[in-house]
């Protein structure tokens, strides 16, 4: 089945620095990536959608600045979290859908990840 | 915009047992995909069972079924045989026909007791 790796699975980073996150497609070409942020106990929230190629769309109340996606390659998205503060400790998901998948109403595949500790 | 709800945030139920856990969404379209996900405390998002709004039939994966209520807005799963490896969360979501992103419910914790 489609695999997507997303790395690091946890990452302690100090206030003020960044932290980039990696999501990849292992066995196929995800034309779009999304990026969700979970608190603990509640549900996926949606942060941004990232197309191969083009600028990412950021879902509403979303710093695009401090949250910055780039979605370079079929196989490769990344997300900066900008100068981190201790409120974007979270845990950041992505999950990828590749060509046809919308039309044909597979499910999306979801990276393991990342749990983000700013201290 | 649409809504997906999850009315119940916690159920239990024994070892062996059957459980339904409740999902109710709102959309104005008449084409969409349903989905419930597994998310266990690895955190790992798991997809459970789908559901084509076009479709009359109630999908099934073993032991795991859907009551899909197009008219009522209603995606319940029923998990038969309750298993200890099924305590997780379980997120009901929505998906439109051609469109990019799911909408989560807020989710159900699963706890099977022994």
């Known amino acids: 089945g489609a695999v997507v790796s997303q790395h690091p699975s946890w990452v302690i980073c100090k206030s003020g620095t960044s932290v980039k996150i990696e999501c990849r497609s292992l066995?196929?070409?995800?034309?779009?990536m999304f990026w969700y942020r979970q608190f603990p106990k509640q549900s996926l929230m949606l942060m941004a959608t990232s197309n191969e190629g083009s600028k990412a769309t950021y879902e509403q109340g979303v710093e695009k600045d401090k949250f910055l996606i780039n979605h370079a390659s079929l196989t490769l998205s990344t997300l900066t979290v900008t100068s981190a503060h201790p409120e974007d400790s979270s845990f950041y998901i992505c999950?990828?859908?590749?060509?046809?998948?919308?039309?044909?109403?597979?499910?999306?595949?979801f990276g393991n990840g990342t749990r983000l500790t700013v201290t | 915009a649409q809504t997906v709800t999850q009315s119940q945030p916690e159920m239990s139920v024994q070892e062996a047992e059957t459980v339904t856990l409740s999902c109710t969404y709102d959309?104005?379209?008449?084409?969409?995909?349903l989905f419930w996900y597994k998310q266990p405390p690895s955190r790992q998002m798991i997809l459970v069972i789908r559901q084509e709004a076009y479709k009359q039939q109630n999908a099934t994966e073993n032991r795991f079924s859907v009551n899909f209520q197009k008219a009522a807005k209603s995606f319940s799963l029923k998990i038969s045989d309750s298993q200890l490896g099924d305590a997780a969360m379980y997120f009901c979501a929505y998906r439109s026909e051609g469109a990019q992103k799911l909408v989560f419910g807020q989710g159900t914790r699963l706890t099977i007791n022994p």
């Open positions: 066995d196929f070409q995800a034309t779009t």
């Open positions: 959309t104005s379209e008449s084409d969409y995909y």
């Open positions: 999950s990828a859908g590749g060509t046809g998948t919308f039309l044909s109403g597979s499910p999306l595949h």
